[in-house]
């Protein structure tokens, strides 16, 4: 299973897209009912959907999660909640037995009346087709996913330790998930240390000498910008970002950047200073290749 980043990429489905449908938000809300009462006298007039729409109290249940679904395409945000939340869709379908050849032919219809929304609320050509470029984008990667749920299950009739396998992966996502987040709050709590340590450092600068109190405060916020550096990536992380090592070797410059510093006060050894020197010589090549890497990647 791909993650939401990668499922973006490949639909190139980037934040200029996701700004556009956001746009659309409150058209989409004033037409929501309109949108519902299409959809269902679509699969009304299909037996095999109108098989599972006997119910009444099913029907109003069904109709206001397909109208939050309609509305929540346009919601600007789409992390790994998004994709979680369109995966137990997907598994929904499979479990009731709708077959996805329906599926399909529904999202056909969203497709329709979302495009006809656009052409109704824009008369200029182009904003019309950026708009509706943004739609088709959203409306695939909603289908890509809602029809994983299928190939998954075909998938669980040739394996017959499927059923085990997807319990143990899907725990250990949520262990890793819930290391991540024991991180972040690790984080947090050694950042407050080192600003509790910043402030007791210049408190500590009057009665001390003044030259060693500035730099050791300044390694201190280094210190710092190394932690913010790191939850920000982590955050990112669990957001549904990509890992980037970039972070961590700037991370590793800074560290060795204070360590020159401290080794300043020290009065270490030319020998020492001079391997500092040349590790952070090295490092700053390693950070300007990986950089320089990422974006040739992004630009092809």
Not at 75 to 103: E, M, P, S, T, W
Not at 171 to 183: C, K, P, Q, S, V
Not at 273 to 283: D, E, K, R, S, Y
Request: hydrophobic share 45%; net charge neutral.
């Amino acid at each position: 299973m791909y993650t939401i980043q990668q499922i973006k990429s490949h639909y190139l489905f980037n934040d200029e897209d996701a700004e556009t449908l956001k746009s659309l938000l409150p058209i989409a809300k004033g037409n929501r009912e309109r949108m519902i009462r299409d959809f269902y006298d679509y699969l009304l007039g299909i037996p095999e959907t109108a098989a599972f729409l006997q119910d009444e109290a099913r029907i109003q249940r069904l109709r206001l999660s397909h109208g939050g679904w309609f509305v929540n395409l346009f919601c600007g945000v789409y992390d790994n909640q998004y994709l979680h939340n369109l995966q137990r869709v997907g598994h929904v379908h499979v479990k009731i037995g709708l077959d996805a050849h329906f599926v399909n032919a529904a999202m056909q219809q969203v497709r329709r009346f979302a495009v006809g929304m656009i052409r109704e609320n824009f008369p200029d050509r182009e904003e019309r087709r950026k708009k509706t470029e943004a739609v088709e984008k959203i409306l695939d990667i909603n289908l890509d996913i809602l029809t994983a749920s299928y190939i998954e299950e075909e998938l669980k009739k040739v394996f017959i330790s499927k059923r085990f396998e997807s319990l143990l992966v899907r725990a250990t996502e949520r262990f890793t998930y819930g290391l991540n987040l024991i991180l972040v709050l690790a984080l947090v709590g050694v950042s407050l240390s080192v600003v509790g340590l910043f402030f007791w450092e210049i408190f500590h600068v009057v009665g001390g000498p003044v030259e060693k109190g500035i730099l050791s405060a300044l390694g201190t916020l280094l210190i710092l910008w190394m932690m913010i550096e790191l939850m920000d990536n982590e955050i990112k992380s669990l957001k549904g970002g990509r890992f980037n090592i970039q972070v961590f070797i700037g991370v590793v410059i800074i560290a060795i950047i204070r360590e020159i510093l401290i080794s300043t006060l020290r009065h270490d050894p030319l020998e020492t200073q001079i391997f500092l020197a040349g590790t952070l010589l090295v490092l700053g090549v390693v950070y300007y290749l990986v950089a320089r890497s990422q974006q040739l990647s992004i630009s092809r």
